[in-house]
Structures are given as structure tokens and as C-alpha cells.
């Protein structure tokens, strides 16, 4: 199994520019999420998926569009980039709610 | 907002020496995890404590969690300069019947540093 997968592992934007960050997962897992960390502030809840066709907000969700057609794909939209989307991004995964979350490896974006 | 606070923000020890991390959190939990972050790559799982466990070993870990005073530690023995990484603590909420909302939040992370 691979896992939780990410692509692209690194990309540069224009402020303007849209773009969507993969992620897939392998495990048969109901339960996918985004998180963005960035220095000093942990990982912050982006969006998050119950399981296909369920999405809601977490905690920092301005600027970002998802959606969960199936179970193994939970791609991640910036809509209009911006420099305070800088960070690193990071898809996860688990079995149930609450239960233990498989990361993928992450995306560095840099929005110049 | 962050849920949990972790303390210290930095440790550094030599090799051999025990690392101990503390995370408090605000709201009532369904369980508390423990990651571990090495640079520049995803986070692993290291250990989830439900709420109504007090303690946990897995292998040189070991994980207390105080819900009256809604904060828990983690305890690495014998550590090794291959344990040097980040640790992240994550509460899973739960609702007054206790089920989990099922959002992990993070709290800031430890910085820990072994010495060879």
C-alpha cells in the first residue's frame, strides 16, 4: 500500500493563480482532511471529509475549495493565491472519526 | 484557535536521557494522540489514549493523560539521537455523549534534540 499521497511535493504560484493540490489514499479510509503548518503554528485544520460527497470547514478555510467525489480522492483548490498561503500542506487520513490520521509527505507552496 | 498548548517548546538532552513533553487542552476529548515530525516530512502516529485510559506504553513511550486537569505527557526513556524530531499532540473532540466530532487538532509541537 502507498499510503496517503501527495503531488506535487513542491510549486511555486503567482499571486492570482489557481491550482489544486492532490491527494489520495489507498487505505479505504472514510476520513480525509487538509492541514497547513506554518512556523510556530503547528497544523491548522484546512477542510475535512466524513467520506464521499461530505466536506466541511475546519478552522482556517478562507481561500480554499474542496471535494470528496470518491473515497480514495480528496484534492485540495486555492481559488486565488495568495503570498499568506505560503506553507507547508499536508493531507491525512484515518478509519473513523477521531482514529489514528496517516499523512502523506506534504506540499511546500510558495505563493510569490 | 490551537487546542492544544504543548510544553517545552525546545528540549534538548543527551543521548540516553529521558524526554518528557507536556500537552493541555481546553475541551472535553474523545482521545489524545501523540506525533512525531522529522524534518521536512509528514507526521507518523505514535500512540492514542482514550479518554477514559490513564496510561499507555508503546515500547519506549509512554503516555499519561489527566482529563480533570485536561492535559496529558509523553514520556520517551533511553532516547536516542534518531528520536531527535518534533512532537505534535492532537486531541480528537467529542461531543457531551462523548463521540468524537472526528477533527484532530494540533497543538504547536515539542522540539526535541538528542545529543550522541
Known amino acids: 500500500n502507498a499510503g496517503v499521497t501527495q503531488t506535487p511535493k513542491f510549486q511555486v504560484l503567482k499571486t492570482g493563480q489557481s491550482m489544486t493540490l492532490q491527494c489520495a489514499q489507498d487505505m479505504n479510509h472514510e476520513y480525509m482532511s487538509w492541514y497547513r503548518q506554518d512556523p510556530g503554528m503547528g497544523l491548522r485544520l484546512i477542510h475535512y471529509s466524513v467520506g464521499a460527497g461530505i466536506t466541511d470547514q475546519g478552522e482556517v478555510p478562507n481561500g480554499y475549495n474542496v471535494s470528496r467525489s470518491t473515497t480514495e480522492d480528496f484534492p485540495l483548490r486555492l481559488l486565488s493565491a495568495a503570498p499568506s498561503q505560503t506553507s507547508v500542506y499536508f493531507c491525512?487520513?484515518?478509519?473513523?472519526?477521531?482514529?489514528?490520521?496517516?499523512f502523506g509527505q506534504g506540499t511546500r507552496l510558495t505563493v510569490v | 484557535s490551537q487546542q492544544g498548548e504543548e510544553d517545552p517548546q525546545a528540549l534538548s538532552i543527551q543521548e540516553g536521557e529521558n524526554a518528557t513533553m507536556n500537552c493541555s487542552y481546553k475541551t472535553s476529548i474523545n482521545n489524545l494522540q501523540w506525533y512525531r515530525q522529522n524534518s521536512g516530512r509528514g507526521l507518523v502516529h505514535l500512540i492514542l489514549i482514550r479518554s477514559n485510559e490513564r496510561e499507555k506504553h508503546s515500547g519506549r513511550l509512554r503516555v499519561t493523560l489527566d482529563t480533570s486537569k485536561k492535559s496529558s505527557s509523553l514520556l520517551i526513556t533511553a532516547s536516542r539521537a534518531a528520536d531527535t524530531a518534533s512532537y505534535f499532540c492532537a486531541t480528537a473532540d467529542s461531543n457531551a455523549g462523548g463521540t468524537s466530532y472526528g477533527k484532530l487538532t494540533f497543538g504547536q509541537g515539542t522540539i526535541l534534540t538528542v545529543h550522541p
Open positions: 491525512a487520513s484515518s478509519r473513523g472519526v477521531g482514529g489514528e490520521a496517516f
